[in-house]
């Protein structure tokens, strides 16, 4: 850990470590405790079904939109557009999918510890 403020320019995002089908994040900050930086989604495409460990996450949607499935057979979903911020608890499976025909953007931070990212078949039934 540093006691210095940097900057960490688009050149410096490190590639997911814990990739999910259809998404593709890249970390800006990623330390115990904190995992912060970007997502973008192709049109169309939803990813695959995950959570996020014990971590708080939130999503700004930077340019787009962004459908949240989740509860039950996924069956309860929330959306958001751009300039929106979603909050998904820890240990909340979901999904998202990109409503356009163009990438949508999102800027994605987590507080908490664990895995980032867990991936499993589906939501709960």
């Known amino acids: ?9 688009p050149d410096e995002l490190a590639g ?11 970390a800006a900050v990623a330390r115990d ?9 192709e049109p169309g495409v939803a990813s695959g079904w995950h959570h996020h460990g014990d971590n708080d996450t939130v999503i700004y949607v ?3 939109a962004v459908r949240l499935e989740f509860g039950a ?3 309860r979903t929330v959306e958001g557009r751009t300039g929106d911020f ?5 240990r909340t499976v979901h999904r998202e ?7 949508t953007h999102l800027v994605v931070t987590r507080a908490g510890r664990g895995p980032a990212t ?3 078949e589906g939501p709960e039934t």
């Open 118 to 120: 867990v991936n499993v």
């Open 97 to 103: 999918s990109n409503l356009l025909e163009r990438e």
């Open 33 to 41: 405790g904190l995992w912060s930086g970007i997502a973008t989604a």
């Open 86 to 90: 979603v909050l998904v608890p820890p």
């Open 73 to 75: 057979r996924g069956a």
């Open 62 to 64: 930077l340019d787009g």
């Open 1 to 9: 850990m540093t006691s210095e403020i940097r900057r960490i320019g």
């Open 16 to 26: 997911d470590s814990a990739p999910t089908a259809g998404m593709t994040r890249r």
